[in-house]
């Protein structure tokens, strides 16, 4: 799984962030073995603790539609 973000926000009180972006990997279908490719958006949120390092405290991805991988060539 990799995952790149594509913008951080952070508010003004310095307090609460967020960042956005895509991410991808594969993984083998349950039911078929088959390796399928997974990508999507996510959100994470995050919140400064008092010792000032953030923690992530919400994370939500929205896949696109799987689709099976490409064949290897021989």
């Known amino acids: 799984l990799s995952f790149a ?3 951080v926000s952070v508010a003004k009180s310095g307090d609460l962030a967020y960042t956005t972006g895509a991410y991808s990997g594969s993984m083998s ?3 078929t073995k088959a ?3 997974m990508k999507g958006q996510y959100v994470t949120v ?3 603790t008092n010792d000032g390092r953030w ?3 919400a994370d939500f991805a929205g896949d696109l539609p ?3 991988a ?3 060539k021989p």
Do not use: M
Request: hydrophobic share 40%.
């Open 5 to 7: 973000p594509e913008r």
């Open 29 to 31: 279908d349950p039911k």
């Open 35 to 37: 390796k399928v490719q």
């Open 46 to 48: 995050y919140v400064r």
């Open 55 to 57: 923690l992530a405290k």
């Open 66 to 68: 799987l689709t099976a």
């Open 70 to 72: 490409p064949a290897a």
